[in-house]
């Protein structure tokens, strides 16, 4: 009897017989729905368009802190030093500046996620969790939600609550403004360039705001950092070349997590931004979405830096901020750990990452702090109020999850789409588009 063993590899099923007969394999894909929830979620309509109004303003001040040097110095001196993550990401920056910026076309395409904060007279106010900067992702998945939603709800019988399921399609938008960049670019042969893993469990979310830029006969490739590496280079006016392809831009859909980068990866990492290609997002605006940034925005006084006599302005993002503490070195950061320590289920730790399960809750804060609270190690994270929002009910659907009625807590997430250009009026120096 002749006995068999499989594995998984690369997306293979390989099966090897024992007395060492040649490897079979056989290819094989995995497609599966993302994970959501049966019916649509609450949110109070004022502050729904609370977080709508505010998103142009954040759009604003991402784009002004990623051409504020000096500020993202002095944001992220003492994270670069603790953390190798953000320090590579900084030293690139650093790098290009020096050099000298080759694009002058900026495209941010970001993402700002929200919940609800339960106060204590029982109104919920509108408090900021993070905002991405660097492949911000679900705006494909998110356009087609509603149509999923309104024919759920039919189906169970509620055709009026189905009416007032509102229009969202934010690959449109996100289209919208890879396609402004690329004509600014000038060049109708030069491609986008999809910046991927290997593995893109995501693919789909991809897809529909690639085929929104097909459908403008925008030619798109998707490459991994290693065939940047490989077959990458720049010509004498530093356009960037990749598989004999000019770029006109480089859209980072992978490149925000450490184990995303070799050294190699590091060297293709630069060599873009060293590139004519407008990068979505170039290093500086990247940088303006770390969450130590994040942490000195909410410092009296540094939002009036970036909006002088804007009040009003200063104001509507001011509101949407919820607590945040530093961890540095000295007596505000030693009051941050003993604050953090002595109520850890109030707080969220977080560190320099981006993607999802990093942060830390209630007895992990506890056993984290106490291991690097006498350290420059503590300098790596942020300390932020835990936000509390009201549970709502809801059926999940995931995955070899059982269907039943669960317990949920919500975010939500408004995407921003601008694009800025200098140009050579004489009445203004550059011009600045938002979605």
Same mark, same amino acid.
């Given at each position: 009897?002749?006995?068999?063993?499989?594995?998984?590899?690369?997306?293979?099923?390989?099966?090897?017989e024992?007395?060492g007969?040649?490897?079979?394999?056989?290819?094989?894909?995995v497609?599966?729905?993302?994970?959501?929830?049966?019916?649509?979620?609450?949110?109070p309509?004022?502050?729904?368009?609370?977080?709508?109004?505010?998103?142009?303003?954040?759009?604003?001040?991402?784009?002004?802190?990623?051409?504020?040097?000096?500020?993202?110095?002095?944001?992220?001196?003492?994270?670069?030093?603790v953390?190798?993550?953000?320090?590579?990401?900084f030293?690139?920056?650093?790098?290009?500046?020096?050099?000298?910026?080759?694009?002058?076309?900026?495209?941010?395409? @970001?993402?700002?996620?929200?919940?609800?904060?339960?106060?204590?007279?029982?109104?919920?106010?509108?408090?900021?969790?993070?905002? @991405?900067?660097?492949?911000?992702?679900?705006?494909?998945?998110?356009?087609?939600?509603?149509?999923?939603?309104?024919?759920?709800?039919?189906?169970?019988?509620?055709?009026? /609550?189905?009416?007032?399921?509102?229009?969202?399609?934010?690959?449109?938008?996100?289209?919208?403004?890879?396609?402004?960049?690329?004509?600014?670019?000038?060049?109708?042969?030069?491609?986008?360039?999809?910046?991927?893993?290997?593995?893109?469990?995501?693919?789909? /979310?991809?897809?529909?705001?690639?085929?929104e830029?097909?459908?403008?006969?925008?030619?798109v490739?998707?490459?991994?950092?290693?065939?940047?590496?490989?077959?990458?280079?720049?010509?004498?006016?530093?356009?960037?070349?990749?598989?004999?392809?000019?770029?006109?831009?480089?859209?980072?859909r992978?490149?925000?997590?450490?184990q995303?980068?070799?050294?190699?990866?590091?060297?293709?990492?630069?060599?873009?931004?060293?590139?004519l290609?407008?990068?979505?997002?170039?290093?500086?605006?990247?940088?303006?979405?770390?969450?130590?940034?994040?942490?000195?925005?909410?410092?009296?006084?540094?939002?009036?830096?970036?909006?002088?006599?804007?009040? /009003?302005?200063?104001?509507?993002?001011?509101?949407?901020?919820?607590?945040?503490?530093?961890l540095?070195?000295?007596?505000?950061?030693?009051?941050?750990?003993?604050?953090?320590?002595?109520?850890?289920?109030?707080?969220?730790?977080?560190?320099?990452?981006?993607?999802?399960?990093?942060?830390?809750?209630?007895?992990?804060?506890?056993?984290?702090?106490?291991g690097?609270?006498?350290?420059?190690?503590?300098?790596?994270?942020?300390?932020?109020?835990?936000v509390?929002?009201?549970?709502?009910?809801?059926?999940?659907?995931?995955?070899?999850?059982?269907?039943?009625?669960s317990?949920?807590?919500s975010?939500?997430?408004?995407?921003?789409?601008?694009?800025?250009?200098?140009?050579?009026?004489p009445?203004?120096?550059?011009?600045?588009?938002?979605?």
């Open positions: 009897m002749t006995k068999h063993t499989s594995r998984l590899c690369k997306g293979y099923l390989t099966k090897k024992s007395d007969a040649p490897l079979l394999c056989v290819w094989f894909q497609v599966t729905y993302a994970p959501f929830t049966l019916f649509p979620s609450p949110v309509k004022d502050t729904f368009h609370q977080a709508l109004a505010v998103q142009t303003h954040y759009n604003r001040l991402v784009d002004r802190i990623s051409q504020d040097s000096s500020f993202l110095e002095e944001a992220l001196a003492t994270t670069i030093k953390d190798d993550f953000t320090g590579r990401l030293n690139i920056y650093r790098h290009v500046l020096q050099e000298g910026k080759t694009q002058s076309i900026v495209l941010g395409l @970001n993402r700002s996620d929200y919940m609800l904060d339960q106060n204590g007279d029982g109104s919920a106010s509108l408090k900021q969790i993070e905002i @991405n900067t660097i492949a911000a992702s679900f705006g494909g998945l998110a356009s087609h939600t509603p149509n999923v939603h309104r024919h759920i709800l039919k189906v169970a019988g509620r055709l009026e /609550d189905s009416k007032r399921i509102l229009d969202n399609n934010p690959s449109a938008g996100l289209a919208k403004g890879l396609a402004k960049a690329w004509e600014l670019y000038g060049s109708e042969r030069a491609v986008v360039l999809y910046l991927v893993e290997e593995l893109q469990r995501n693919i789909f /979310d991809h897809r529909y705001v690639e085929n830029l097909w459908k403008r006969n925008i030619p490739i998707r490459r991994q950092f290693e065939d940047v590496a490989k077959t990458g280079f720049l010509d004498q006016d530093k356009r960037l070349f990749v598989d004999g392809r000019e770029v006109a831009i480089v859209y980072f992978n490149g925000y997590m450490p995303n980068y070799t050294e190699q990866n590091w060297e293709a990492r630069l060599m873009m931004e060293r590139s290609a407008v990068k979505c997002p170039d290093i500086s605006t990247h940088l303006a979405g770390t969450k130590k940034v994040q942490q000195e925005l909410a410092r009296p006084g540094v939002l009036e830096r970036f909006f002088p006599g804007e009040p /009003d302005v200063v104001d509507q993002i001011r509101a949407t901020f919820a607590g945040l503490y530093t540095d070195m000295g007596p505000e950061g030693d009051k941050t750990v003993a604050m953090a320590l002595a109520k850890p289920d109030q707080f969220v730790l977080k560190p320099q990452r981006e993607g999802g399960g990093n942060n830390l809750y209630g007895a992990e804060i506890c056993q984290v702090l106490e690097v609270k006498q350290s420059t190690e503590r300098m790596a994270y942020i300390l932020m109020d835990k509390q929002p009201r549970p709502v009910h809801n059926y999940l659907l995931r995955l070899g999850t059982p269907l039943k009625l317990t949920c807590l975010e939500l997430g408004v995407f921003g789409a601008y694009v800025r250009w200098f140009t050579f009026w009445t203004e120096n550059y011009c600045i588009k938002m979605w």
